[in-house]
């Protein structure tokens, strides 16, 4: 990889995003919550919400309605790189646990909750709120890799022109998150014919999952076609030219959208063997 194709944390900060992502607009995808109201409006599809904790006072009745669900996802409204995403099944015994088996108390769920409205997820700020999603269950492309949490397909576009892309797969270590900082693999994908290519986890690449014994080239994602036309339609619903459009696969909805970032990260470069300023510089 050409070492001046590289796009470096300062240039992204200093050439793409002061320029192309005006700051008064970050609230618009920093906030998951509002983000669902945009796409929304724009028909986009995203996993529907079950509740939004908005202070400690409504934890109780939160549960009554947990405790009827077989499975959900919590989510800080404001949190960043998957912290605070919490993962949660119940098992045979009608406990609540995480996909890698970590029993999960009501104390543990009351903790968690009261960490994302004190801020801890998203940096100090009292305002956050707790968002409750209906659980994806991944369609059997995502499900032959790998059994546990929820792969996802990242997608930056440009001015809303998608320009590189890459398959996040959940594992054990990443106890079933799709976060690349907590162990999950990055997957290449041809963005012509969107095949996965090469792949790394915790900056090692590999050629099969670690916990699955599967093969992760050579593998066609389905609805491709539809994933690139979701992520043009979602980034061009903001008034941010360059974004990370996050995309899952739903075994009955098909893809959804689970959160547009302002900031997406660099290591889509590394998983892809490819700097990012050409594919910019070419829109």
Request: hydrophobic residues 40%; positive net charge.
């Amino acid at each position: 990889m050409n070492l001046d194709s590289i796009l470096s944390i300062n240039k992204r900060n200093l050439d793409v995003i002061s320029v192309y992502n005006p700051r008064k607009f970050f609230p618009l995808v920093d906030d998951k919550i509002r983000t669902k109201d945009i796409l929304e409006t724009a028909g986009v599809p995203y996993p529907s919400t079950i509740a939004v904790v908005q202070n400690f006072f409504e934890i109780e009745d939160i549960f009554k309605i947990l405790l009827e669900k077989e499975s959900f996802v919590v989510k800080p409204a404001r949190g960043r790189a998957g912290g605070g995403i919490l993962l949660v099944e119940k098992d045979i015994n009608n406990n609540w646990k995480t996909p890698s088996g970590r029993n999960i108390s009501r104390e543990d769920m009351k903790t968690h909750f009261g960490d994302i409205l004190f801020g801890v997820y998203s940096f100090g700020r009292m305002d956050d709120r707790v968002l409750i999603e209906k659980r994806v269950i991944p369609d059997d492309f995502m499900l032959n890799i790998y059994k546990r949490g929820i792969p996802d397909i990242r997608i930056i576009t440009f001015k809303g022109k998608p320009v590189m892309a890459m398959l996040r797969i959940p594992t054990d270590r990443s106890d079933g998150k799709a976060n690349l900082h907590q162990g999950a693999i990055g997957v290449s994908i041809d963005m012509k014919s969107g095949k996965t290519g090469s792949s790394v986890m915790s900056g090692k690449r590999i050629e099969i999952h670690p916990d699955s014994g599967v093969k992760i080239s050579g593998l066609k994602i389905p609805f491709w076609n539809e994933i690139l036309s979701i992520s043009k339609l979602s980034s061009r619903e903001v008034p941010l030219e360059y974004i990370g459009v996050d995309i899952v696969i739903d075994r009955t909805l098909g893809p959804l959208v689970l959160e547009l970032n302002a900031r997406p990260g660099l290591q889509i470069q590394v998983v892809n063997k490819q700097g990012l300023v050409p594919l910019l510089e070419g829109v």
